[in-house]
């Protein structure tokens, strides 16, 4: 593995880990460890799968923390829900994308070929098990420290968003109606894996200038995951769409 890219995602993640190996083992996909168990006849290399499960549930109780202190007056079903509009598989992948984890990432011939470097759910396991590598070297405080600057931001967006008993859908539905006179629509760009286990993605089309993607264990979660990211874009300021003169704000005129 390459080690300025590991040194360059350790500068983008704000540490430095003691012992970096950890590093290599989040960095290595299932793909990659098993090229390498064939060619040494069977002994089992190490991959990050483990790290993901550990990485999934640091980030879960650091965003958790993170809410329950901003938050003091909100209730359960609040902090579940903005938790889930914070930690989802198209956050964590377009972060990961941001982090380099693309490039960093070791994977098998196969998995390299068809697109591994980009896919949506690598990119977001390959985060979490980062996050368990930086946890496991210097503890909970450091992964506090990496989370806080990762996610605060995403957090601050999805505070800012308007009528927030609503679904991201309705919501974003309702907001374009309102103040551009334009309907989103969601077409499925792909659809693979078994049936008990299948990965969505869906497109979200409003106007050339709007179009975002969503991923989900379900196509309704990838529309879901398509229309968050939109809000996100339009409560940033990253996407600015041309608001109707006065007098044709109604679509039925």
Not at 40 to 56: K, Y
Not at 101 to 117: P, W
Not at 217 to 226: C, G, L, Y
């Amino acid at each position: 593995m390459d080690k300025d890219l590991l040194i360059a995602l350790q500068a983008a993640l704000g540490v430095t880990l003691r012992d970096p190996t950890l590093l290599e083992t989040a960095m290595t996909h299932r793909s990659a460890a098993h090229e390498g168990r064939s060619a040494r006849r069977g002994h089992r290399a190490a991959d990050n799968e483990r790290m993901e499960f550990l990485g999934d549930a640091v980030l879960s109780l650091c965003v958790s923390e993170l809410l329950w202190r901003r938050l003091p007056e909100a209730r359960e079903g609040e902090l579940t829900r903005l938790r889930a509009a914070v930690v989802n598989e198209t956050t964590l992948a377009r972060l990961g994308t941001a982090l380099g984890l693309g490039d960093t990432l070791r994977l098998g011939r196969g998995e390299a070929r068809t697109g591994g470097r980009s896919k949506p759910s690598l990119l977001a396991d390959a985060l979490e098990a980062t996050l368990a590598a930086v946890y496991l070297d210097g503890g909970l405080e450091a992964a506090r420290g990496v989370v806080d600057r990762l996610l605060t931001p995403e957090i601050d967006v999805a505070l800012t968003r308007a009528t927030p008993d609503l679904d991201d859908k309705t919501r974003l539905q309702e907001l374009l109606q309102a103040k551009h006179t334009l309907t989103p629509h969601y077409e499925v760009v792909r659809a693979e894996g078994p049936d008990h286990h299948r990965t969505w993605e869906v497109e979200m089309i409003a106007d050339p200038h709007l179009r975002t993607r969503g991923v989900g264990t379900s196509k309704k979660r990838a529309e879901q995951a398509a229309a968050g990211e939109a809000l996100r874009l339009l409560g940033g300021g990253s996407v600015a769409l041309p608001t109707p003169p006065v007098g044709d704000t109604d679509p039925s005129s």
